[in-house]
C-alpha cells in the first residue's frame, strides 16, 4: 500500500512538472528589452541619444534624425554629433530632451559633402565637454520610406540668381524708309 501512494506521489509530480511546460527552468521574454527602431541608441554621461539614424537619398548630403535627452537637473549642455570631420552642435536644456525629427523648435543638423552610402553603417561621434564621448554605428536610410519622405536634406540654395537672356533679332519690316 506505502509503494502505491510513493508512486502514486511520483506521477503527480511528474505531471505536474510536465504540464508547467519550459517556462519554469527558461528565461522569461518580458524581461528582455529589445530596441525596436531603426536608429541606434548611445549613452554618453548625462546626455543619452536614442533612434539616432541619417537620412540621405544622394549619398552626397545628410540629415541626422534623433532624440538628445539631458538627464541633468541643473545643467544645459551643448552636444557635438561629428560625421567623418563635419561636427554641429545642439543645446539640449536640463532636464529636457530634442528630438530633431519633429522638434519645429530647433535647426536640423544637416551635414553637407557627408559623403555617406544609403544602406551603410556610419560612426557618428557624440560627445559634450566634461564627459567622455562615444561613437555608433548610425544606419543610412533614405527617405523613400514614408515615414522619412519630408526628412531628407534639401540643397542649400545659391545666392547667385540667373536671369534669362533675350537674343535681339532682326525682324524685317513692310514699310519702307523713306530718305
Not at 74 to 89: L, P, R
Request: proline share 7%; with cysteine; charged share 20%.
Amino acid at each position: 500500500m506505502r509503494a502505491r501512494v510513493l508512486v502514486s506521489v511520483a506521477v503527480a509530480a511528474t505531471i505536474a512538472i510536465g504540464a508547467s511546460g519550459c517556462a519554469f527552468w527558461t528565461p522569461q521574454d518580458t524581461k528582455t528589452i529589445k530596441q525596436i527602431t531603426d536608429g541606434v541608441n548611445v549613452t554618453t554621461g548625462k546626455i543619452d541619444v536614442r533612434n539616432a539614424l541619417l537620412i540621405s537619398d544622394s549619398g552626397d548630403d545628410a540629415r541626422f534624425i534623433g532624440t538628445l535627452i539631458n538627464n541633468s537637473d541643473t545643467d544645459d549642455i551643448t552636444v557635438s554629433v561629428e560625421i567623418g570631420g563635419d561636427t554641429e552642435t545642439v543645446d539640449v536644456p536640463a532636464s529636457s530632451h530634442v528630438d530633431l525629427a519633429n522638434d519645429k523648435k530647433h535647426d536640423t543638423l544637416d551635414f553637407a559633402d557627408a559623403k555617406v552610402t544609403p544602406g551603410s553603417l556610419v560612426k557618428v561621434y557624440f560627445s559634450y565637454p566634461g564627459a567622455e564621448g562615444v561613437s555608433g554605428s548610425v544606419p543610412v536610410l533614405t527617405s523613400s520610406q514614408e515615414e522619412y519622405q519630408t526628412l531628407a536634406p534639401t540643397s542649400t540654395p545659391t545666392s547667385e540668381i540667373t536671369l534669362p537672356v533675350e537674343t535681339p533679332s532682326a525682324t524685317p519690316t513692310d514699310t519702307p524708309i523713306n530718305p
